[in-house]
């Protein structure tokens, strides 16, 4: 790898890339506090550019002189769970498309107790949709799989993604980097299959049906042989 590239997280490839070193800045500072003691740090502001897709991003590395701080202290602007809104998004029904622009922007802010517990409310929204609202959620999974909304095999996924939702919401978990875009990706995953069926609907109705083939034992006519047009005119007898 050239000396000036590193390796860093892109949002947009959605994983670890190298990338171009653009520019960087070290500011160190110190300080001799009331016994004596000394203590030294840095910040070192570096601007990359991801050498996948070109996407920049600015990643602050932190380091002390009497604490250990490794790559989960160090700040990403924009934050790393950030991510795009798909493109698919507005073809969602309008309360759904509206708490998709606040889950990505609750990302945008690294904040991801808020984005779990609206990735969780589109699930919600989602198995209101299509199984209704009685029932624990165990029972709205299971009739998602009975009624052929979701793969039995994808049951568990979604399950996964709702718990971490719930814990969120009862128990002040933050989600880790790798697991916020795991929920996000089951998410994506549950409702472009929605909009995916919505625009089906809408294509099987923009479609003309198939015209009724003709009977197998009528003869053909002859006349079908020419067109009609280009036929001599016949004298009338
Ligand atoms: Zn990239």
């Not at 507005?90 to 309360?95: E, N």
């Amino acid at each position: 790898m050239a000396r000036s590239q590193i390796r860093s997280h892109c949002n947009r490839c959605q994983g670890e890339t190298r990338h171009r070193l653009i520019e960087q800045v070290v500011r160190e500072y110190d300080k001799t506090d009331q016994w004596d003691n000394y203590t030294e740090w840095t910040s070192t502001y570096r601007m990359l550019e991801c050498c996948g897709c070109g996407e920049i991003q600015m990643r602050v590395e932190y380091w002390h002189s009497s604490h250990e701080l490794d790559e989960d202290d160090w700040d990403y602007y924009p934050p790393r769970v950030s991510r795009r809104i798909p493109d698919w998004y507005s073809r969602l029904p309008r309360d759904w498309a509206e708490l998709m622009r606040e889950v990505y922007g609750a990302l945008a802010s690294n904040s991801r107790r808020l984005a779990v517990m609206g990735a969780r409310t589109l699930i919600d929204l989602y198995m209101a949709a299509t199984v209704g609202n009685h029932g624990s959620f165990d029972d709205r999974l299971d009739r998602l799989v009975t009624e052929g909304f979701l793969a039995g095999k994808n049951k568990a996924t979604l399950q996964a993604a709702l718990e971490a939702g719930n814990a969120a919401a009862h128990r002040g978990h933050t989600p880790n980097v790798q697991d916020m875009g795991l929920v996000m990706d089951i998410v994506e995953n549950l409702l472009h299959t929605h909009v995916l069926e919505i625009d089906a609907e809408k294509l099987k109705a923009n479609t003309p049906p198939r015209p009724p083939r003709p009977a197998k034992t009528a003869p053909a006519p002859s006349s079908v042989t020419e067109p009609a047009e280009e036929s001599p005119p016949t004298p009338d007898a």
